[in-house]
């Protein structure tokens, strides 16, 4: 068995005239759940796309489970799950009708059967009824359909595309907790990209960070607020400028500090010299949270913050 | 796959409701004023657009949602094999077509064949089958323009037209229509799958590339010689403009009256009579023999150019396939007025093949297939039989009748009949001096030396048949023929516009006209020709330097072109060789199949520089 279930290398994708996905080379082991994140237009649908068969690279190479992404079989698609954020399903269809033929489609598919009771408990959050077109349900209420079909379907690996979108508190968390339990029950890699920090910090093993078609970082959530710091520093004049110093990924004025975001400043006591030597009397070091820590990494690169900049 | 096939019936199965009602009583209203299965062909032919169209829009719409990128992962990544999925869905449209568009029609021809006096043959049940699969064909047509990249994916609408429009017995058009439908179906699934791309596919490049040349060939005569032409036009120089026509040309001989024609032809000769006729020759006495049909309606054929009815006095005819014979109904009151065979009313004798009507210069009526001639008399419902061929010759549909002498036209001759004391008897027979095809026209004329027989070639000058010649002769008062006249018809347009269907590409103008060729469509046949003698046909050393000088520039574009795309050896190598032989419909499809767009995203991986380094 393959050690990973999605491997790239140099893999190009250029869309209408712009590089989606620049010379990307990743390697996901198997297990776990696995959270992208990025900017829009950073590449993760683009990703995803490719993966899937679905647009042919214009260089490099994708395998996933093992397999040539250009060359699926429809065996190795009934062991991959996709759920996309618009949670796009037939809206003439009947729920029933829709769940039979997912079941019949994929209760041969993959080496696991159809799982009829994860179906039933993750639709149980929401209000449908099996005699409900679907063109007649919620936004919330289809997600939490589409969700409880490919949930049902246990595949080996499954692909989310930002598919909390649209729903509530209580959804999102049963979804989340039905996400661990596949998890663990079946072994399953999961592959989640989403915005919301606070569900990645909740579920995620491994963060992997694309910007504008590249590999930014990978590592697990923990592991990288570890490296991004932020620095609290009062200058008694006015602050000098700090953004040019090694590791530095953000500077805010907030409340006449200077928050000065770094990443991988490992000397931390140079760092602290080095910001008094420009005029510090006070510098304090304190962790970040992903969502702060995420925000900073990505501004670093983001179109908006380098103009702003 | 079935779950699909239920899936998408469930999707479209009020539109297809809404769509049989619609159908069903239009097509009723409408059956209701006209005699809609025995009209001509050009009804038909608005009737099959308008479903044709129906189908089309049907595709577009069908695939045009499924194309959509999230709604196309979800029909696409499923542990099922594509073939099964656009089964499904191929599938549960067809039953749609039939039971939307098909049922209503065989509806109202059923009630047609059972309740009402009008003919209803197994032939129009099988029109009926004809139009379900041309509106399929357009489905097809519909779903590959939609997932097709290219924008000119559209061509393909060529493809139905080529394959299908044919006068043919019901049972060719239904086999061509299918193997249309086979191949438009293969042309879908090569473009359906996941990545719609083509180009990495050699089978489904290839599968792609040849309905494509054969469309831009068809695209580039019609748009080329429109374009040729209206420059023409602008510039005032065009041939058909009434003040321009070339003098000797075929245009000014087309314009000819039977008289004017007899006095050209006259004009050149050499014989020393000739100045004398010229001068005593009168418009009375002169008549066109057409040739007035140049191809007869095969048995059991869908539809006919000139419909299956015609009417005589207070009749109307309408010909029955089934039967071979005319049913006559009367047009004021309705009743029907039994069967007309090849003996006249009431003879039960089936017709050769479908007679056309047809008039001689005095205005009598005739009734002419492919094999006899017969006089209609009395009111139209007594049959003289006037002349049969038998074998390969088959009959011009040309007849006049001057003086005493009666001169008919087949596609070997002219024979002269003599009107005697005890009937009409043979007097001389005029081989034709040109394949029956390439005649222009044919005229008659009387003399006091005889009769004079005019023959105009120049028919088939816009297919490559250089020599458009006109033949005079006279069949003196004993029976004995001499040529009196023989000149060249001068050129209206440019040679190269004249063969513009062969140098643009040998290859692809032998394959279109393969189908006249091998189909039996009922044309009227060179006499002792072989059937594949237009592909032979010698050219001037002019249009061979045109072939030869697109074909060598179409293979250097394609070498520049495929070296662009960056592909392997052996299939630049191809695409070459294809462009070589087939000339500049090729180097288009090369330039479809692998767009600039495709370019740029092959060159992308070579030569972008990576972007800065994590951090």
Same mark, same amino acid.
């Given at each position: 068995?393959?050690?990973?279930?999605?491997?790239? /290398?140099?893999?190009?994708?250029?869309?209408?005239?712009?590089?989606?996905?620049?010379?990307?080379?990743?390697?996901?082991?198997?297990?776990?759940?696995?959270?992208?994140?990025?900017?829009?237009?950073?590449?993760?649908?683009?990703?995803?796309?490719?993966?899937?068969?679905?647009?042919?690279?214009?260089?490099?190479?994708?395998?996933?489970?093992?397999?040539?992404?250009?060359?699926?079989?429809? /065996?190795?698609?009934?062991?991959?799950?996709?759920?996309?954020?618009?949670?796009?399903?037939?809206?003439?269809?009947?729920?029933?009708?829709?769940?039979?033929?997912?079941?019949?489609?994929?209760?041969?598919?993959?080496?696991?059967?159809?799982?009829? /009771?994860?179906?039933?408990?993750?639709?149980?959050?929401?209000?449908?009824?099996?005699?409900?077109?679907?063109?007649?349900?919620?936004?919330?209420?289809?997600?939490?359909?589409?969700?409880?079909?490919?949930?049902?379907?246990?595949?080996?690996?499954?692909?989310?595309?930002?598919?909390?979108?649209?729903?509530?508190?209580?959804?999102?968390?049963?979804?989340?907790?039905?996400?661990?339990?596949?998890?663990?029950?079946?072994?399953?890699?999961?592959?989640?990209?989403?915005?919301?920090?606070?569900?990645?910090?909740?579920?995620?093993?491994?963060?992997?960070?694309?910007?504008?078609?590249?590999?930014?970082?990978?590592?697990?959530?923990?592991?990288?607020?570890?490296?991004?710091?932020?620095?609290?520093?009062?200058?008694?004049?006015?602050?000098?400028?700090?953004?040019?110093?090694?590791?530095?990924?953000?500077?805010?004025?907030?409340?006449?500090?200077?928050?000065?975001?770094?990443?991988?400043?490992?000397?931390?006591?140079?760092?602290?010299?080095?910001?008094?030597?420009?005029?510090?009397?006070?510098?304090?070091?304190?962790?970040?949270?992903?969502?702060?820590?995420?925000?900073?990494?990505?501004?670093?690169?983001?179109?908006?913050?380098?103009?702003?900049? | 796959?079935?779950?699909?096939?239920?899936?998408?019936?469930?999707?479209?199965?009020?539109?297809?409701?809404?769509?049989?009602?619609?159908?069903?009583?239009?097509?009723?209203?409408?059956?209701?004023?006209?005699?809609?299965?025995?009209?001509?062909?050009?009804?038909?032919?608005?009737?099959?657009?308008?479903?044709?169209?129906?189908?089309?829009?049907?595709?577009?719409? &069908?695939?045009?949602?499924?194309?959509?990128?999230?709604?196309?992962?979800?029909?696409? *990544?499923?542990?099922?094999?594509?073939?099964?999925?656009?089964?499904?869905?191929?599938?549960?449209? =067809?039953?749609?077509?039939?039971?939307?568009?098909?049922?209503?029609?065989?509806?109202?021809? #059923?009630?047609?064949?059972?309740?009402?006096?009008?003919?209803?043959?197994?032939?129009?049940?099988?029109?009926?089958?004809?139009?379900?699969?041309?509106?399929?064909?357009?489905?097809?047509?519909?779903?590959?323009?939609?997932?097709?990249?290219?924008?000119?994916?559209?061509?393909?609408?060529?493809?139905?037209?080529?394959?299908?429009?044919?006068?043919?017995?019901?049972?060719?058009?239904?086999?061509?229509?299918?193997?249309?439908?086979?191949?438009?179906?293969?042309?879908?699934?090569?473009?359906?799958?996941?990545?719609?791309?083509?180009?990495?596919?050699?089978?489904?490049?290839?599968?792609?590339?040849?309905?494509?040349?054969?469309?831009?060939?068809?695209?580039?005569?019609?748009?080329?010689?429109?374009?040729? &032409?209206?420059?023409?036009?602008?510039?005032?120089?065009?041939?058909?403009?009434?003040?321009?026509?070339?003098?000797?040309?075929?245009? @000014?001989?087309?314009?000819?009256?039977?008289?004017?024609?007899?006095?050209?032809?006259?004009?050149?000769?050499?014989?020393?009579?000739?100045?004398?006729?010229?001068?005593?020759?009168?418009?009375?006495?002169?008549?066109?023999?057409?040739?007035?049909?140049?191809?007869?309606?095969?048995?059991?054929?869908?539809?006919?150019?000139?419909?299956?009815?015609?009417?005589?006095?207070?009749?109307?005819?309408?010909?029955? *396939?089934?039967?071979?014979?005319?049913?006559?109904?009367?047009?004021?009151?309705?009743?029907?007025?039994?069967?007309?065979?090849? #003996?006249?009313? #009431?003879?039960?004798?089936?017709?050769?093949?479908?007679?056309?009507?047809?008039?001689?210069?005095?205005?009598?009526?005739?009734?002419?297939?492919?094999?006899?001639?017969?006089?209609?008399?009395?009111?139209?419902?007594?049959?003289?039989?006037?002349?049969?061929?038998?074998?390969?010759?088959?009959?011009?549909?040309?007849?006049?009748?001057?003086?005493?002498?009666?001169?008919?036209?087949?596609?070997?001759?002219?024979?002269?009949?003599?009107?005697?004391?005890?009937?009409?008897?043979?007097?001389?027979?005029?081989?034709?001096?040109?394949?029956?095809?390439?005649?222009?026209?044919?005229?008659?004329?009387?003399?006091?030396?005889?009769?004079?027989?005019?023959?105009?070639?120049?028919?088939?000058?816009?297919?490559?048949?250089?020599? =458009?010649?006109?033949?005079?002769?006279?069949?003196?008062?004993?029976?004995?023929?001499?040529?009196? #006249?023989?000149?060249?018809?001068? *050129?209206?347009?440019?040679?190269?516009? @004249?063969?513009?269907?062969?140098?643009?590409?040998?290859?692809?103008?032998?394959?279109?006209?393969?189908?006249?060729?091998?189909?039996?469509?009922?044309?009227?046949?060179?006499?002792?020709?072989?059937?594949?003698?237009?592909?032979?046909?010698?050219?001037?050393?002019?249009?061979?330097?045109?072939?030869?000088?697109?074909?060598?520039?179409?293979?250097?574009?394609?070498?520049?072109?495929?070296?662009?795309?960056?592909?392997?050896?052996?299939?630049?190598?191809?695409?070459?060789?294809?462009?070589?032989?087939?000339?500049?419909?090729?180097?288009?499809?090369?330039?479809?199949?692998?767009?600039?767009?495709?370019?740029? =995203?092959? =060159?992308?991986?070579?030569?972008?520089?990576?972007?800065?380094?994590?951090?």
């Amino acid at each position: 068995m393959n050690d990973y279930v999605i491997e790239t /290398e140099g893999l190009c994708l250029r869309y209408k005239g712009k590089l989606a996905l620049d010379h990307l080379s990743l390697h996901l082991p198997r297990g776990g759940i696995h959270a992208f994140v990025g900017a829009n237009g950073a590449g993760k649908s683009s990703l995803f796309r490719v993966l899937l068969g679905f647009e042919p690279p214009s260089a490099g190479s994708a395998r996933v489970l093992g397999h040539d992404s250009s060359r699926l079989t429809p /065996e190795v698609r009934g062991r991959i799950g996709f759920v996309n954020e618009e949670h796009t399903l037939p809206g003439w269809m009947r729920v029933r009708d829709l769940m039979r033929m997912q079941q019949r489609h994929y209760e041969h598919a993959g080496s696991r059967p159809w799982n009829g /009771e994860r179906y039933e408990e993750v639709l149980s959050h929401f209000n449908v009824l099996p005699a409900q077109r679907v063109g007649e349900l919620s936004r919330g209420e289809r997600a939490g359909l589409n969700l409880a079909l490919a949930l049902a379907q246990s595949p080996e690996l499954l692909i989310l595309d930002e598919p909390t979108l649209g729903l509530d508190v209580v959804a999102k968390r049963a979804f989340l907790d039905a996400l661990l339990q596949s998890c663990i029950d079946d072994g399953s890699t999961i592959v989640y990209c989403s915005h919301q920090m606070d569900e990645i910090e909740r579920v995620a093993d491994n963060l992997v960070i694309l910007e504008r078609g590249s590999l930014r970082y990978m590592s697990g959530p923990d592991d990288f607020c570890g490296r991004v710091q932020l620095w609290v520093a009062e200058f008694p004049f006015k602050a000098p400028e700090v953004r040019g110093l090694p590791g530095v990924l953000q500077v805010q004025q907030l409340d006449g500090l200077t928050h000065v975001v770094t990443f991988d400043q490992l000397d931390a006591d140079a760092f602290e010299a080095r910001l008094k030597l420009l005029g510090a009397r006070r510098v304090q070091v304190m962790p970040l949270g992903l969502d702060r820590a995420v925000n900073a990494f990505l501004s670093h690169g983001h179109a908006g913050a380098r103009r702003a900049a | 796959m079935i779950e699909l096939f239920l899936s998408e019936l469930r999707r479209f199965r009020n539109a297809a409701a809404i769509y049989f009602a619609a159908s069903l009583v239009l097509v009723t209203v409408w059956n209701q004023m006209v005699d809609l299965a025995n009209e001509q062909r050009e009804v038909h032919i608005v009737i099959q657009l308008l479903y044709a169209l129906s189908g089309l829009g049907f595709g577009l719409y &069908q695939f045009g949602s499924y194309r959509q990128p999230s709604r196309w992962i979800w029909l696409q *990544h499923r542990p099922l094999h594509r073939a099964w999925i656009l089964a499904g869905v191929a599938l549960a449209s =067809a039953v749609l077509v039939l039971l939307a568009m098909a049922l209503p029609l065989f509806i109202v021809l #059923g009630l047609q064949d059972h309740f009402t006096q009008r003919v209803v043959d197994l032939r129009h049940y099988a029109g009926v089958g004809f139009l379900a699969l041309s509106t399929l064909s357009a489905w097809l047509a519909g779903a590959y323009i939609m997932l097709h990249r290219s924008r000119w994916a559209f061509v393909i609408l060529v493809l139905p037209i080529l394959m299908t429009m044919h006068l043919a017995t019901f049972g060719t058009v239904l086999a061509l229509a299918l193997a249309c439908n086979a191949v438009l179906a293969f042309l879908v699934y090569s473009v359906f799958r996941p990545n719609r791309y083509t180009a990495d596919d050699a089978l489904a490049t290839a599968a792609s590339a040849v309905p494509l040349q054969l469309s831009f060939y068809i695209a580039l005569l019609w748009g080329g010689s429109m374009l040729f &032409q209206v420059g023409q036009m602008m510039m005032g120089v065009h041939p058909l403009s009434t003040d321009r026509a070339t003098a000797g040309g075929l245009v @000014e001989a087309r314009r000819f009256d039977a008289h004017e024609a007899l006095q050209a032809g006259l004009a050149g000769s050499s014989d020393p009579r000739a100045a004398g006729w010229a001068a005593a020759l009168q418009p009375r006495d002169a008549a066109s023999l057409g040739p007035k049909a140049r191809q007869y309606a095969v048995r059991n054929l869908v539809s006919w150019r000139r419909g299956m009815q015609f009417n005589e006095g207070q009749h109307t005819w309408t010909f029955s *396939h089934d039967r071979m014979m005319y049913s006559i109904r009367h047009r004021r009151l309705g009743t029907a007025g039994g069967w007309v065979g090849a #003996g006249g009313a #009431g003879d039960a004798t089936p017709f050769d093949s479908q007679p056309q009507s047809m008039s001689d210069n005095r205005r009598a009526g005739y009734l002419v297939n492919a094999h006899d001639l017969y006089a209609l008399e009395k009111g139209g419902l007594r049959l003289r039989h006037v002349l049969h061929v038998d074998g390969h010759e088959q009959l011009g549909a040309g007849i006049a009748v001057l003086g005493s002498r009666t001169a008919l036209l087949t596609n070997r001759r002219v024979v002269l009949l003599q009107e005697g004391g005890d009937g009409t008897a043979p007097l001389a027979e005029v081989a034709l001096p040109m394949p029956f095809g390439d005649l222009e026209r044919v005229e008659a004329g009387q003399v006091a030396d005889g009769t004079l027989l005019s023959f105009i070639g120049g028919n088939r000058r816009d297919d490559g048949v250089t020599a =458009a010649p006109q033949v005079t002769y006279l069949v003196d008062t004993a029976g004995r023929i001499a040529e009196v #006249g023989r000149r060249e018809l001068a *050129h209206d347009f440019p040679i190269l516009f @004249e063969h513009r269907d062969w140098w643009v590409s040998p290859l692809l103008h032998a394959v279109v006209n393969l189908p006249d060729m091998l189909i039996e469509k009922g044309l009227v046949p060179d006499h002792g020709a072989n059937r594949f003698a237009q592909l032979m046909l010698p050219r001037p050393a002019q249009v061979w330097a045109a072939m030869a000088t697109l074909a060598l520039a179409s293979c250097l574009l394609a070498a520049w072109w495929t070296q662009r795309a960056g592909l392997a050896p052996r299939a630049r190598l191809a695409w070459c060789l294809a462009c070589l032989l087939l000339g500049v419909p090729a180097l288009l499809s090369l330039m479809v199949l692998q767009p600039r767009a495709d370019l740029e =995203a092959l =060159a992308a991986g070579a030569d972008e520089v990576p972007a800065a380094a994590p951090v």
